[in-house]
Nanobody, 124 residues
Framework: QVQLVESGGGLVQAGASLRLSCAAS????????MGWFRQTPGKEREFVAA????????NYAGSVKGRFTISRDNAKNTVYLQMNSLKPEDTAVYYC?????????????????WGQGTQVTVSS
């Protein structure tokens, strides 16, 4: 069982930066591939970024590539999402997720555990 708690969301202006954190419980954090997803009302959950268990490989949605960076610190059981050059269209609830695979997956249904989400609002 893994519990995930996101933090770091907030209200910022376009062009600003935020760093989201996701703290995981449990001693087997480094066995999980980790992902960040986001969701706005009336839309399906959307893939943002993912990282392998070791942190050695990452994948990004085209809409955030070059602006967002996912990373993880297995010693701290934490995964991060550094978000730069934020745009109003990045406004959403952001969720982190853990999946029992050593690679990464872009599909929400592949993940086993989810956090409660943190709101990110970008004003124009």
């Amino acid at each position: 069982q893994v519990q995930l708690v996101e933090s770091g969301g907030g209200l910022v202006q376009a062009g600003a930066s935020l760093r989201l954190s996701c703290a995981a419980s449990g001693r087997t954090f480094n066995r999980y591939g980790m992902g960040w997803f986001r969701q706005t009302p009336g839309k399906e959950r959307e893939f943002v970024a993912a990282v392998t268990w070791s942190g050695g490989s990452t994948n990004y949605a085209g809409s955030v590539k070059g602006r967002f960076t996912i990373s993880r610190d297995n010693a701290k059981n934490t995964v991060y999402l550094q978000m730069n050059s934020l745009k109003p269209e990045d406004t959403a609830v952001y969720y982190c997720a853990a999946g029992l695979f050593t690679t990464y997956d872009l599909r929400p249904e592949a993940y086993n555990y989810w956090g409660q989400g943190t709101q990110v609002t970008v004003s124009s």
